[in-house]
């Protein structure tokens, strides 16, 4: 398909009543805009990302997304990754991440189902025994929803559509049952889904979610105490330790680590995506020659 029929497809694009013409609707600008396109039409957009465990007064880290919804989906699940413990948990025979799995749910819900009109700053917060997110809405209710008498109701059914098409969300509904599940895995907790004019979902957090991140302790990877239980330390850590170009090998090496597998997708993939870092061969990245820079020395 183009561009046009692409957009047509899932109705992003519409017939404005007045003049009779086709144009691109609020949900396209959303999902497919430019970030001074979005700025222009939604001046009020934006989502707050905020790690808030030391510093209760303030927050310890924070990410202020303005931009399309894909890459505020990513950059969410970045921020996620970057200050939560991933334990290793079993479903069934199966490996699985519950954190990865809880992020996914809550984002989705947040970026698909909230009121884009309203000017209320919509927040992603990690707090020691919990992690939660707030966005305002159009409300069909109030208090806290049920999971056995949930009735699911689509806010923004085209950009919920584009998101199951893309496999970002499941069907209607079974976003909230997902999180009951890996909540229960992950922290042994239940979650709360609150409706108002700001819709709430609360993920209890065990005393480990934010105390131990990055790679844990085990017989095959053993981490030297220059890595901080804080993974803020270990990112500001490499960032110092790229001012020159340095390959993922020496890397790991600074940081005394025997086996460096997931070293690379737990810290370097989110300092890439944020700007932070980069890679001196782009084009090629799992050349063997690649070496990594922080970005305000390159």
């Known amino acids: ?26 949900a396209a600008i959303l999902l497919f805009g430019k970030d ?25 880290d924070r990410d202020v997304i303005i931009t399309n919804l894909f ?20 479903e069934g025979v199966q490996a699985v991440s ?14 698909a189902h909230r009121d884009y009109s309203t000017g209320y700053v919509a927040k992603f917060v990690i707090e020691k025994d919990k992690m939660f997110t707030e966005n305002g809405n159009v409300s069909h209710g109030n208090g806290e929803l049920e999971l056995n008498d949930f009735k ?16 970002l969300a499941d069907e209607l509904g079974s976003g909230m049952r997902n999180t009951f599940k890996y909540t229960k895995l992950y922290s042994g907790g239940t979650p709360e889904f609150i409706e108002g004019d700001v819709f709430k979902i609360i993920i209890p957090l065990s005393k480990a979610a934010t105390e131990i991140v990055g790679p844990q302790k085990d017989e095959n990877t053993q981490v030297s105490t220059q890595v901080s239980t804080q993974g803020e330390d270990v990112f500001e850590k490499i960032l110092d330790f790229c001012e020159v170009p340095r ?30 870092l980069k890679m001196t061969i782009p084009e090629k990245p799992t050349s063997s020659k690649q070496k990594y820079i922080s970005v305000s020395k390159s």
């Open 1 to 26: 398909m183009t561009d046009e029929e692409l957009l047509r497809s899932v109705g992003l694009i519409a017939r404005e009543s007045n003049s009779n013409k086709d144009g691109i609707t609020l």
């Open 36 to 60: 001074e396109i979005i700025a222009s039409a939604l001046p009020q957009y934006k989502t707050d990302a905020i790690f808030r465990v030391e510093n209760l007064d303030r927050y310890d």
């Open 71 to 90: 890459d505020t989906f990513d950059r969410l699940m970045n921020f996620g990754k970057k200050h939560l413990s991933d334990p290793f948990l079993l």
């Open 98 to 111: 519950a954190r990865d799995a809880i992020l996914r749910e809550i984002f989705s819900n947040s970026l």
């Open 152 to 167: 699911p109701f689509s806010k923004n059914p085209v950009i919920a559509k584009v998101f199951r098409e893309v496999s």
């Open 247 to 276: 390959t993922k090998k020496e890397i790991t090496e600074y940081f005394n680590l025997k086996n460096a597998k997931g070293f690379g997708k737990r810290y370097l993939t989110p300092l890439i995506s944020e700007g932070k």
